[in-house]
Every structure is written in structure tokens, then in C-alpha cells.
């Protein structure tokens, strides 16, 4: 039978095949984002007696009440502003279903979508399903600034959707509201849609705060934004996240989401609300708890070859491998399972066109034990070349 592949050039992401060398090699893997370490025992709590008290039917297709209330709140402590929990707020299978939601509800063929290189490796194969062409634009190393003019040369007439994500993942940076402000001279007087990936809105170090379109008013009129539960409340394997975004465009993104998942785990959802409505501040804490991993880590390996780049936030960390070796980022991953046995995840497949750089990822939601852990192998590792 002939069958053509809708996407022939995906093939297995970079988090998988590293994920898979780190257990081929029996190495410590601090490449993939997700946490080894708990979750808060009173959301398992919270969990156990949502089950037990019977909410294990279908919920609601745009999210149980209760949940998008306790949203509408986080979102008026975060940032100030005021959120229709009936028409602006949808609960989706993790951050991941809403931006592919709402790529499948802005963009079709003929359109162009702009994201910016490291990109998540979620945006572009959903760009290309929905029949739209991508237009990567490369941030460049160490600093990964945005470079608005170059942005406003990539817009065309087809230019309908732009995605940022901030703070970014892998780059570690955050974006300024001096650079949402450019987003929005930017695409003043043009039909183009923001997608705002703010998965790691809480984690911004050195007393930085997170510049969400939620806060921006010209933004937010034009702005889906995506959140992750699995993120804010270390619970990656839960799937759930939402996004918000004005009533016209929330209608659209429903009618995709309606008809990909229909809604979201209902007793997860349940958990969550009575977590949030009984421990409103359990993730104020967040920068406070990942900058002292940072530090960690930070202290670990600086003066070791394997030098941590400055980080503004995400819960990852760069490192610089420049002094140790001119191998590439994949070569150099490589060597780091076989010869150090710890799994690290390098930036240039987040590339279309990857820019010279020595750089790999390292993530930080992982116990202090398995940090130090990590930093001694790799230390020893740099001693020994
Ligand atoms: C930038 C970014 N966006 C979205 C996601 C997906 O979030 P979720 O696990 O809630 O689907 C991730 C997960 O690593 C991410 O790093």
C-alpha cells in the first residue's frame, strides 16, 4: 500500500533517544524536564478523596468549574487581571493539547506561523498539520535576544500566528515587557494571533517577574496563553494544563479541543481545584525553590570546564563545554552518557539551522542528591580529559 507520511522528517524526539542511551548506558539522566522527586502529599490527599467522594465521569469539555474558578483566581493574584472562568478559560490534556489546539484554530494551508529557534519541538509539527508552513527565526548564542526587526522582515501577508515562549525552554532567557511591548508594534494593524507558551511562569530567578500577555492589554486581546499543571505542581505525568485566551478565540480553540481529547481527567481535575482552594500559595514558592537548585548546581560545576550559563528562568540550566572540548552538542551528549554516565539533552536539534555553539541542557527539577550526583560524574569526567 503506498502511504505518505504527514510528517516525514519527525522522527524520534531528542528527550526519547537520550532517555533511551541513558538507560542503554546505565547513566544518571538529568536531560528530560520532569521531576524524580515527589509530589506534595497534600495533592495525592486531595486526589484519593475526590475519587472516593465519586467524580470519575466525564467532566465538563471545557473543564470542571471548580478548576477554572480556582484559575480565574491564580490568574487575578498573578497578574492582576480579571478572567472569565466560563468563556476564557479551558482545561487541556497539558499545555501540550492547547498549543496544539490553538495552532489547529489560528493556521491552515496557505498560512505562516512564526516560532523562534531553540523552538519546544511541539510547535512545529503541529504548524505542518495543520497544512501552514513554519518560519523558524534562530535566536542567537549566549544571549538569545530577540531580534525585532528581523521579525518584522518574516512577516508576509500569509503571517498569522507567532509563538513565543517564555521563559524559554531551552534557552533559558525570559522574555522583558520591552519585548512583548515589540511583539505588539510589531503586529499592530496585521490578522496575526499570539500563542504565549508560559508553562514556566513561576521559575524566574535573581527576583525577575514573568511578562505574561495576560498583563499586556493589546496582547492579551489577540493572545492565547498556556499554562501547565504538570510544571507548577511537579506533577508531569498528571497532564493537565490550560489556556486562556478572549471569548472569540476561546470559541475556536473549543472547537478543536471538543473534538482531540473532549476533557480532561475528571478526578484530577477535582484534586487539583480543592488543592488550589485550600493551599492557594502552594506554588508561590517556586523560583525561591528551583533558584536554590540553580545555585547548586551552579556552585558544583563552575571552574570545572562545564561552565553554568547565567539562567533567567525555566527550570533548566545551561552548560558550556567550550573549554573542554571542540566536539559538536550531539557528539559531545554522547561521550557524556558513555564516558561520565550522566544524560544530558543538547540544544541544536531545538535548531532548524543550528548556530555554532557548545552548549547542553541540563534540567533542574531533579533532588539535590541527584544534582550533586550528577555535578560530581561530571566533574570527575572533566578532570579526566
Ligand atoms: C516550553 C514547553 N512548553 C510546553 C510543554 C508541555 O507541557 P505539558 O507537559 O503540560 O504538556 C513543555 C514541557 O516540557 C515545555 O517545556
Redesign the pocket.
Known sequence: MLFKSKLPEVGTTIFTIMSRRAVEENALNIGQ?FPDYPIDPRLSNCLIEVIGQGHNQYAPMEGVIDLREQIAHKLFTCYGQKFDPQDEITVT???????YDAIQAVVGVGDEAIIFDPA?D?YEPAIRLSGARCIRIALQPPAFRFDWDQVRRALTDRTRLIII?SP??PSCTAASNDDLQALADCIRDRPITVLS?E??EHVLFDGRRHASVLAHPELRARSYA?F????TLHA?GW???YCVAPATLMRELRKVHQFNTFSIAAPLQHAIARYLASFPDAWQGLSAFFEAKRDLLANLLRGSGLEPVPAAG?YFQLVDYSALSALNDMAFSDRLIREAKVAVIPLSPFYAQPPAMSLVRLCLAKRDATLTNAAERLRAFAEAI
Do not use: H, I, P, W
Not at 93 to 99: K, M, P, R, S
Not at 228 to 231: A, I, L, M, T
Open positions: 524536564g490534556c497539558g499545555a501540550t493539547e492547547a498549543l519546544y511541539a515562549n524559554q525552554n507558551d508553562v514556566y498556556v501547565s499543571f504538570g510544571k508531569t497532564r493537565v494544563g525555566s
